[in-house]
């Protein structure tokens, strides 16, 4: 049963976190994603021909216009390269970009022109092309040789200028403007543009990896953590029901004795019904002792179960704790004088406290008969009060065979006897001290038990006044 319970409890730990773990890295990641796609996209657009005219050529001219190239270089011309007849001048990449280049193709896929810094040959500028153009509308992403470049892909138009004599050139118009001075040729042309993002994607990837191992990391020292503190749950519980179980088989030990001892008298008295009721008498006798055992047995149940449930009312007032304590020991020095036992009192006077003046006796008688039962004859009991300041400590300590370590944990619980055949001698139920330990807490002191085997038992009463 209690198995079980661990189980479930683990299992509904390990569901809670894990989801709790899931979610946070997921956001994590999704957020981080999102991030560096927007970067790459920003970096794709750097300068891309999305709004206006973008110029992309140069001049044109006829005959020696040796002044006009002049001009042309003297105000950002580059070097240029031939195409159909076009110089074509590499200028729109921005070196806040990265590593990216640009390409226009045309409806045949033929790469025309080239816009890079980068190192790289025309083969290679081609061979991305060729893949990206394969791949339009099924990805953004390109991965050659390693590297993973993101591309746009941009309808566009190229026109010249008719007026011969100055600047003329190659214009990319992706708004398609009409204009009476210029003659749009729609061959169906596109830019393509390129940023290299083998990085960012590297990134995300190491990202990924880390938030998974981080994940199962978790999990796992989650699990062991949570497989201890279900054990720990579940302890008290079986703590409980071992107690409860151990309380019926004792309470029925109990009562079992007295009731056989009964019934067995009963017997008797059956059986010799003929004779005279004084003959008789002992066996009443008998009977009449097993049913005040059976009756001061089910009385101190029921306190113990009245105390426990926090039903016992406390009844406060101010009274003198080292009288009361003196007459205890002296009520108990004239039980214990046929075993010739010797009462020594260390009793500090005037010492007043406020608290339930009958619970505290009854925790006090308790521990001067535990001490009369357990100690041999000729043996000695030690009863010290002392106060400091607010704290006071009474202790009952007598000689005798004391307790094993082993069993000093359990001293407190109901029936428990590390004596049974001693206690059986004594009359005793295993139920007195489980009292004043509960009374004691009720009180709000603290009742503690120590023992060297062979040498002495004590215990200790602390209040705090």
Not at 21 to 39: D, G, H, K, L, M
Not at 272 to 293: C, F, G, L
Not at 394 to 419: H, K, M, Q, S, W
Request: glycine share 4%.
């Amino acid at each position: 049963m209690f198995k079980k319970t661990r189980k479930r409890i683990m299992l509904l730990n390990m569901l809670m976190v894990s989801s709790v773990v899931i979610i946070v890295f997921a956001v994590i990641f999704i957020t981080s994603y999102t991030r560096v796609q927007n970067e790459n996209q920003i970096r794709l657009m750097v300068d891309s021909p999305m709004s206006s005219l973008v110029h992309m050529s140069s001049i044109s001219i006829p005959g020696d216009s040796s002044e006009i190239r002049q001009q042309w270089l003297e105000t950002g011309g580059h070097d240029h390269r031939e195409h159909r007849g076009y110089r074509i001048s590499p200028s729109l990449i921005s070196p806040t970009s990265g590593i990216s280049f640009a390409v226009v193709v045309d409806a045949n896929t033929n790469v025309l022109e080239i816009d890079s810094v980068l190192n790289l040959t025309d083969e290679i500028y081609t061979r991305i092309t060729q893949i990206a153009l394969k791949d339009i509308g099924k990805s953004e992403l390109v991965l050659v040789d390693g590297r993973t470049w993101q591309f746009s892909t941009t309808p566009v138009r190229i026109s010249e200028s008719p007026v011969e004599g100055v600047i003329s050139g190659l214009l990319i118009d992706t708004h398609y403007a009409s204009s009476p001075t210029v003659a749009m040729n729609s061959d169906g042309y596109s830019y393509m543009r390129f940023v290299d993002v083998t990085e960012s994607h590297q990134m995300l990837q190491s990202l990924a990896l880390t938030l998974t191992a981080a994940t199962l990391a978790v999990l796992t020292i989650f699990f062991f953590i949570s497989r201890y503190f279900a054990k720990q749950a579940v302890k008290p519980m079986e703590e409980a029901w071992e107690k409860q179980h151990r309380f019926i088989t004792d309470a029925s030990h109990e009562l079992k004795t007295p009731l056989s001892v009964i019934n067995a008298n009963c017997g008797v008295l059956y059986s010799n019904i003929d004779e005279p009721m004084k003959d008789q008498v002992k066996w009443v006798d008998s009977i009449s002792r097993a049913t005040d055992r059976m009756t001061g047995l089910v009385n101190s149940l029921l306190s113990l179960a009245s105390m426990e449930d926090k039903q016992q009312e406390l009844h406060n007032s101010n009274f003198n704790l080292s009288e009361e304590i003196s007459n205890a020991v002296n009520e108990m020095e004239a039980v214990a004088k046929e075993n010739e036992l010797k009462f020594i009192k260390s009793i500090d006077p005037e010492i007043l406290i406020n608290s339930d003046k009958e619970q505290v006796r009854k925790i006090i008688s308790i521990l001067l008969e535990n001490a009369v039962k357990y100690t041999p004859n000729g043996g000695e009991i030690t009863t010290t009060l002392t106060k400091e300041k607010r704290h006071i400590t009474c202790t009952v300590r007598n000689t005798g065979e004391g307790i094993p370590a082993e069993e000093l944990p359990n001293i407190f619980d109901r029936f428990y006897r590390g004596d049974p055949a001693r206690s059986s001698e004594n009359n005793g139920y295993g139920l007195g001290l489980a009292i004043a330990k509960v009374i004691s807490e009720q009180l709000k002191a603290k009742l503690t038990v120590e023992s060297e085997r062979g040498e002495y038992t004590e215990f200790k009463l602390s209040i705090e006044n």
